[in-house]
Structure formats: structure tokens, C-alpha cells
């Protein structure tokens, strides 16, 4: 759980694009139709400590995702319109923290979304992203503004984000001088075919309370994130199942091992 912060695949009216590159067929796994769906990730520690999250789904829309850790539960609900997210609610200790609400165009691509967080710093804060696609690549930007829930108007910095095969390859901070680069196995994700993914992944990414879910595609082996020129990585070593979806991973943090994990699927 956190607590920090185009080719566009119309077809499915996705958040980001598949890539054009022409081996993108091939990283499927080899199941590119199967409705695998994640059920439970299991996190454990040399210390015996462990937590779940847990997965709900109506058909292959996402729920509701439930964790309980040592410091407390963590719960994000999703809503829907006419088949679309509209609304993801973060709740901490069963309170509400944050709540994101959701605009599409009329082409029904995602244009923008506003983050309200109640009472940080004593004030409650809404930070509304605006999506800038590259025409002729899957590459997009953010651009936010700050303000209060009534209204968002104080630019407060940009995000560009490099897509490739449908994952997030990088996200660079030019206000900050920082990067995330991104490493991803050519298998089946762990979250691949739960819908709007995409979305999904991009709203957690911009969220206090949200959840870490990265690759919607394939599965992120490695994170470089570069603050000004300190890095600091993440690395995951997986394990797969007969269908070439993750079974196990060991999580390594500076290269430390951190934790294991299993994966258990519908």
C-alpha cells in the first residue's frame, strides 16, 4: 500500500495505448483471450509477518481491493457508468481519505481526473490531472493544477509518461529533475485482464492512499527511480504458472531482499 504520493487502443477505449512495436502479440504469454483474474497477492516476511490483498470483481470490473498490514486496513472501491470508472474511493481504518472522480471525452478516452484528499496540512487539497496525448504515439503527459474541492487552477507541475507494449516504461518529473524507469518480463500480467487497467494504474500512480499495481500488460521486473540523481531500485525475481502468469516473485529493495509473494488467480 502507498501513502505517497497514442496509438490508443480504441477499440477497448483504454486509458493508454498498446504499443505499435510488432512483436506486441507475442508478450501475451501465449493466452492473449484466457479471463485469468487475480484473486490474492500474499506478502511475506523473514520476520513470520505477513499481509493479503484482496481482489472482488463484477465480471472483469474491479470492485473493490481490501489489505490489512500491522498499521492498519486499507480498502479502494471503484464505481462505474454505463460500464466506465467514474469514481475510485481510498479508504484507511474504514475512513475516507481521498476520493477521484473521472471525465471522458466523447470519443469515451480518459481527458481527466481530479484527486480530493481530505485534510492535509489542516485543508482539504484536490489536484485535477489533465491527459495530453501524443498524436501518433502511445506517450501522454499530465498536467495538474492544485486547489481546493470547489475548484483546481494553480498549475503544479507536469508528468510525462513513455508507454510501450502497454506499460508504463517511464514517468519523468521535469519541475523535480527526477525519473522512474521501468523493467517489464514479456509474460502474462498479474492484472492483465481486469478491465481498464490502464486507468487504473495511471489514477493509483497520482494518488496519496491508492495502491503500487504497475504493468498492465507484462509484469515489472525492475524500478529504477532516480531522485536528482540519486536511484534507488526495486527488483522483482518471478516464478510462473503453467498459463505463464506469475505463481511466486521474491521482492528485493537496493538490493536487499525484502519479502516473498504468491499470486493466487480465479
Do not use: H, W
Amino acid at each position: 500500500m502507498k501513502s505517497k504520493v497514442l496509438l490508443l487502443f480504441s477499440l477497448l477505449l483504454l486509458t493508454f495505448a498498446c504499443s505499435s512495436d510488432s512483436d506486441s502479440n507475442d508478450d501475451d504469454g501465449g493466452n492473449p483471450t484466457d479471463n485469468t483474474l487475480i484473486k490474492q497477492i500474499i506478502y511475506n516476511y523473514d520476520d513470520d509477518s505477513s499481509y493479503m490483498q484482496t481482489f472482488s470483481y463484477d465480471g472483469n470490473k474491479l470492485l473493490s481491493i481490501n489489505e490489512t498490514e500491522s498499521d492498519g486496513t486499507y480498502e479502494a472501491t471503484f464505481e462505474y457508468t454505463n460500464d466506465k470508472i467514474t469514481r475510485i474511493n481510498d479508504y484507511v481504518d474504514g475512513e475516507l481519505m481521498e476520493y477521484v472522480t473521472l471525465e471522458y471525452g466523447n470519443d469515451g478516452i480518459l481527458s481527466s481526473f481530479t484527486v480530493f484528499i481530505f485534510d492535509i496540512d489542516g485543508e482539504n487539497v484536490a489536484i485535477r490531472s489533465v491527459i495530453n496525448y501524443e498524436e501518433g504515439s502511445s506517450n501522454f503527459s499530465l498536467d495538474d493544477f492544485r486547489g481546493d474541492f470547489t475548484s483546481q487552477t494553480e498549475p503544479s507541475g507536469t508528468t510525462n509518461y513513455i508507454v510501450q507494449n502497454g506499460n508504463i516504461s517511464s514517468s519523468a518529473y521535469p519541475d523535480t529533475d527526477s525519473i522512474e524507469n521501468f523493467q517489464y518480463d514479456n509474460k502474462n500480467s498479474i492484472y492483465k485482464n481486469i478491465a481498464q487497467i490502464e486507468t487504473i494504474i495511471l489514477v493509483f500512480d497520482n494518488t496519496e492512499y491508492g495502491f503500487d499495481i504497475y504493468g498492465a500488460n507484462n509484469n515489472m521486473t525492475q524500478l529504477d527511480d532516480d531522485q536528482s540523481g540519486i536511484v534507488y531500485t526495486e527488483r522483482f525475481e518471478y516464478t510462473y504458472n503453467s498459463n505463464n502468469y506469475p505463481a511466486t516473485a521474491i521482492y528485493y529493495y537496493e538490493d536487499e531482499l525484502d519479502s516473498n509473494i504468491e499470486y493466487i488467480y480465479e
